[in-house]
């Protein structure tokens, strides 16, 4: 990651006197953006076992010089092939011998049968037979020479021949080579016993439900799992360097690999990474392992990470991308899976991350999810002048059109429409259309309307077309017209006000101040009659937003700070914070902000925005903190932004998460806004969700039977590019 400061003021100055960003006069000594460079994006290629190899034990995986990766079972070896492990018939001879152990040694594959050690490599001349038949583990030393490890018994062998023979009293867990010692580590339940060849074998190390070895740090340290956490010994004098340590995603260690600069523990709750730096990488669930119970780690061809579970295996690829690269993945997945009559929907899947299963579903705010992907297909056009992109935003603009159409209210927007006998969510919310093909779903919320302004705005401003922006402000001005004229209800198909569609000031003002509903509702009203006013030029419009303000106190409920929302006895509105209500205060932060009447009351607005984003700032929101920066703010997190953007996974599928048995995170009581940790975790260890899940959520999802969509990566990436913060 690269971010660049640039001195900027005496340039802006020379060129047009002040920086503009979006619309805003943005002045200062620098000017902070990041370089979009290359960083390493990781994902997972799951591979199961194959059917008729169902209920095979899978003991351990390699990979050699060519790229081929072999898994050792109890059914022999096992290879991939379209998807599946199967069975492994590459070579006859090695199909007749019952393999026990499998090796990589100078980067080729050596066998471990019950009579023989060897190779196919070098010409098949590494065949030593060894005559023990309760074998069950070897390892590979310097020039050729290994140690086996029986039932009972260790055997040296060098030059083809065993050289040395010792009783051990309990079985081997694991036998090590320490290459820059020239010696053998052999691993039990209860100790550590090191064999130098000519000089004999001597217990090292005592200690209580050892479970596996590995040499780090240049070989300097021995680090030692355990069923509770790992131990490091110093690798001279094998004298303890640290205590247990357990604070870790799961403590129980299966195995421990040395790969690249990375130290991997597989454990029975999936993988994870140490950096040098002590961050921990975690890899569990289905977005990247075909299970959690992790056998064996290995390094892959390409620079990747075979992690073997008990049902199959899992690739983690480490690919060199861009956030632009990253940007086409989620354009592709968004287009491909995900556009329904031009909304922007769901895929919902009958069998677990199938996606051959997928059925793309209506829901109560297609409305609001369009909007935000066209809000970032917008920005993309507007950076970019793609005609891809433009198609895109007509798309789905004709989509947002007709749901203002497609019900007989005039400047009612439905929640969703379908064809008739086809819709999927609650069907008591369902209306029949004039045409009779087509149904309408009605009791429309605030969330439609806050979404149909934030993407009407950006629309009215970005498109080229004339035609094409006049229906935009045609639309803004017929809901808003809607609103004013019902006594700011959105008035539903019954004649009634919809649940959630008021702005009223005996309903806004019926709230105590510690209720959200009192802000945000405020913010909501007035962001709506500026953007009608900015692009309608009609007096009403602005005539009634100094009404709401100066009559009616929607000023100062907008500049309730954000730390005053609270619990209230008796609303249920406040039994614990919603995040929803973030999302759409944040929307409409942009019209509210942008279009605000004069420069006094934007300032104010800002305050507001700030007041707001300074509660929100340890979720390391992207979406908020560029929606803060369009109003001129330099302390935005520009760095946790990228971050945020990625760490965004690539599979967007709801697999089921769990975080909360964790021992390596520092655990908060949740409070009102269920902040659950003391630090955020990164987007793709945590559940899937959009921006109006709590960030701070460690377990859920939807058993891997839900594909979002790629709007939740799109318009902060789109968002930060327009606002050349990305560059």
Not at 4 to 24: E, F, P, S
Not at 371 to 376: C, D, F, R, T, V
Not at 404 to 428: C, H, L, M, T
Request: a negative charge.
């Amino acid at each position: 990651m690269i971010f660049i400061t640039m001195k900027m003021k005496a340039l802006c100055i020379a060129v047009c006197g002040v920086l503009t960003i979006a619309g805003v006069a943005y002045s200062g000594d620098t000017e902070h953006f990041y370089q979009d460079l290359p960083f390493m994006q990781d994902f997972a290629e799951k591979i199961p076992l194959s059917e008729e190899l169902g209920g095979a034990e899978l003991t351990a995986v390699r990979s050699d010089r060519n790229g081929r990766v072999v898994v050792l079972s109890d059914k022999g070896l096992l290879q991939i092939h379209e998807g599946r492990l199967v069975s492994d018939r590459h070579y006859r001879p090695v199909l007749d011998m019952r393999i026990r152990d499998i090796e990589t040694y100078r980067d080729q594959f050596v066998y471990l049968s019950g009579q023989i050690v060897l190779s196919n490599a070098w010409a098949g001349r590494f065949f030593v037979r060894h005559g023990m038949p309760d074998v069950g583990l070897f390892a590979m030393g310097g020039d050729f020479d290994f140690l086996l490890a029986g039932k009972d018994t260790l055997a040296l062998f060098s030059q083809g021949k065993c050289v040395k023979t010792l009783k051990t009293a309990t079985p081997a867990k694991q036998v090590l080579f320490d290459s820059m010692r020239n010696r053998f580590l052999f691993l039990t339940d209860s100790h550590i016993q090191c064999f130098t060849p000519g000089e004999g074998a001597a217990k090292v190390f005592d200690g209580d439900d050892l479970t596996c070895l590995e040499l780090t740090k240049a070989n300097s340290v021995l680090v030692v799992g355990t069923q509770d956490g790992y131990l490091e010994l110093d690798a001279d004098s094998f004298g303890l360097k640290s205590a247990l340590r357990r604070k870790l995603p799961c403590t129980e260690i299966r195995c421990i690999r040395q790969i690249g600069e990375r130290l991997w523990f597989g454990t029975a709750g999936g993988a994870f990474a140490l950096h040098n730096d002590a961050r921990t990488d975690y890899y569990a669930s289905g977005r990247w392992l075909v299970d959690d119970h992790v056998i064996d780690i290995a390094q892959g061809p390409d620079n990747s990470v075979l992690i073997l579970s008990e049902t199959g295996l899992s690739i983690i690829h480490f690919q060199p991308m861009t956030l632009q690269q990253k940007a086409e993945h989620f354009d592709k997945l968004t287009r491909t899976r995900h556009i329904r009559h031009g909304f922007n929907s769901g895929l919902s899947m009958t069998r677990p991350g199938d996606l051959s299963t997928g059925t793309l579903t209506d829901s109560d705010n297609d409305g609001l999810w369009t909007a935000m992907y066209l809000a970032g297909e917008l920005f993309r056009y507007a950076v970019t002048e793609s005609p891809e992109a433009l198609q895109n935003c007509y798309e789905s603009f004709e989509a947002m059109e007709r749901l203002s159409d497609v019900n007989p209210i005039e400047g009612f927007a439905a929640r969703s429409f379908e064809r008739a006998g086809y819709q999927v969510s609650d069907k008591s919310r369902w209306q029949p259309a004039d045409d009779p093909d087509w149904t309408w779903k009605a009791t429309t919320s605030s969330d439609e309307i806050v979404g149909h302004f934030f993407a009407y705005t950006i629309f009215a401003e970005v498109v080229p077309d004339k035609q094409w922006r006049d229906r935009a402000v045609a639309l803004m001005d017929a809901i808003m017209d809607h609103i004013v004229r019902n006594d700011w209800y959105l008035i539903d198909y019954d004649g009634k006000p919809t649940l959630w569609g008021k702005w009223n000031p005996e309903y806004v003002n019926g709230f105590p101040k510690q209720v959200g509903d009192r802000r945000l509702n405020s913010a909501e009203i007035i962001s709506f009659l500026q953007a009608a006013y900015h692009f309608t030029g009609r007096e009403i419009y602005k005539e009634k937003a100094f009404e709401l303000i100066d009559r009616h106190g929607y000023l100062d409920n907008i500049l309730i700070p954000i730390s005053n929302i609270g619990r209230v006895p008796g609303i249920d509105l406040t039994t614990e914070w919603n995040h929803s209500d973030d999302e759409l205060a944040f929307l409409s932060y942009w019209n509210l902000y942008k279009y605000a009447f004069t420069d006094e009351l934007r300032e104010q607005y800002c305050r507001a925005i700030k007041d707001h984003w300074q509660i929100e700032r340890p979720e390391k929101n992207p979406l908020w903190n560029l929606i803060y920066a369009a109003t001129g703010a330099t302390d935005f997190d520009l760095e946790e932004t990228v971050w945020s953007l990625r760490e965004f996974p690539l599979d967007t599928i709801g697999w089921s998460i769990r975080n909360s048995h964790r021992k390596d995170l520092e655990f908060l009581e949740p409070g009102f806004r269920r902040q659950s940790i003391r630090d955020v975790l990164p987007p793709d260890e945590r559940p899937m969700s959009k921006y109006n899940g709590n960030a701070f959520r460690l377990d859920g999802g939807s058993g891997g039977r839900r594909e979002y969509s790629g709007d939740i990566y799109l318009l902060p990436y789109w968002l930060g590019r327009h606002l050349k913060l990305i560059r």
